[in-house]
């Protein structure tokens, strides 16, 4: 059984951040994300945020459409991430206008008003309170600037080739596990938060809110990093035990990913999913409003 050998949880006990998953999840998707930063039309020159940088593995994408006039400031949480993101930004092109700073999403090492764009990919899914942690980013950004969240949703997920009643049964066990495992001591997820992104933006006082979706297809013949990000999704799906699924169900889900029957070999493969990028635009509450929030704190 393959419960937690593909996956490893990072210091955070963050599960799908293992490194070198997170690479080949990378470079398995790099045409729609080198498409997905086209598409924001970021000014030469920005300063620009990476808020969960992880390993830095979008900072070349993102440093191409800032240019050496722009600036880029990477920050995450975990240290072993940043250690990664700092040696691979060392010899680079870009390394001049790069830099990696240890901070939380909500709490960014830098002033009010400076920042042109906070970009944020596969994180939103980690954030147990997404609108309050995206209402606390806002006033970092100046007058007009923008919050891009950039994340999955496998309520999108698609196997052709796999029994779609397998599959019902394998998403949703996964989906009402996420709701009580937090409950039970581990990290809180949402693997299906691409979809509500952009009402979280609104309640978390954006406007202009931009939704695009990118449906990232692949068929037979796969690459060998497509195969190593499915099968590190597909051991995820059962792994903590997979305690709404039965034990046969668990055992045909593994034989369809790891077995030598392995769909991923067959001419009829393909695969759909959909992923999503939000942005919103902050403006600064006006001084009559401040005026008013501060009135009603002091009364209170
Ligand atoms: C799945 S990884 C994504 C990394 C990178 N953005 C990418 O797409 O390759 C999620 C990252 O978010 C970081 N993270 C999670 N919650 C965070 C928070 N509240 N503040 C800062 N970083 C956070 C984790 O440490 C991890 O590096």
């Given amino acids: 059984m393959a419960v937690n050998r593909t996956i490893h949880a990072n210091e955070y006990g963050l599960p799908l951040n293992a490194t070198q998953w997170l690479e080949t999840h990378h470079a398995s998707k790099a045409s729609e994300r080198q498409q997905m930063i086209r598409d924001l ?68 090492p830098l002033d009010y008003g400076v920042a042109d764009i906070i970009f944020s990919a596969n994180v939103s899914q980690y954030l147990p309170e997404p609108v309050s942690v995206f209402a606390a980013m806002g006033p970092y950004l100046k007058d007009g600037g923008r919050l891009v969240i950039k994340d999955i949703d496998f309520g999108t997920l698609r196997f052709h080739n796999i029994d779609t009643a397998l599959q019902a049964r394998v998403f949703q066990a996964r989906e009402r596990w996420e709701q009580e495992r937090v409950h039970l001591g581990y990290a809180f997820e949402d693997s299906w938060v691409g979809s509500k992104l952009a009402s979280y933006l609104h309640a978390a006082g954006y406007t202009n809110i931009q939704e695009r979706t990118y449906t990232i297809t692949r068929k037979y013949p796969l690459p060998q990093s497509y195969i190593h990000y499915i099968q590190g999704i597909a051991d995820w799906f059962i792994c903590e035990g997979a305690p709404h699924l039965s034990t046969d169900d668990v055992q045909q889900w593994w034989n369809c990913f790891f077995s030598e029957a392995s769909v991923l070999q067959r001419e009829d493969f393909v695969c759909e999913e959909t992923e999503f990028v939000v942005t919103g635009e902050w403006h600064q509450p006006s001084d009559n409003v401040l005026q008013e929030v501060q009135i009603a704190t002091i009364s209170q």
Avoid at 42 to 70: H, M, N, Q, R, Y
């Fill in 41 to 108: 039309q970021i000014k030469k020159g920005s300063f620009l945020v990476d808020a969960g940088c992880g390993p830095g593995l979008w900072t070349p994408l993102l440093a191409e459409v800032v240019g050496a006039e722009g600036h880029i400031l990477g920050i995450d949480i975990s240290t072993e991430s940043l250690v990664l993101a700092r040696q691979r930004s060392n010899f680079s092109w870009y390394n001049s206008f790069v830099q990696y700073k240890k901070a939380s999403l909500d709490r960014l």
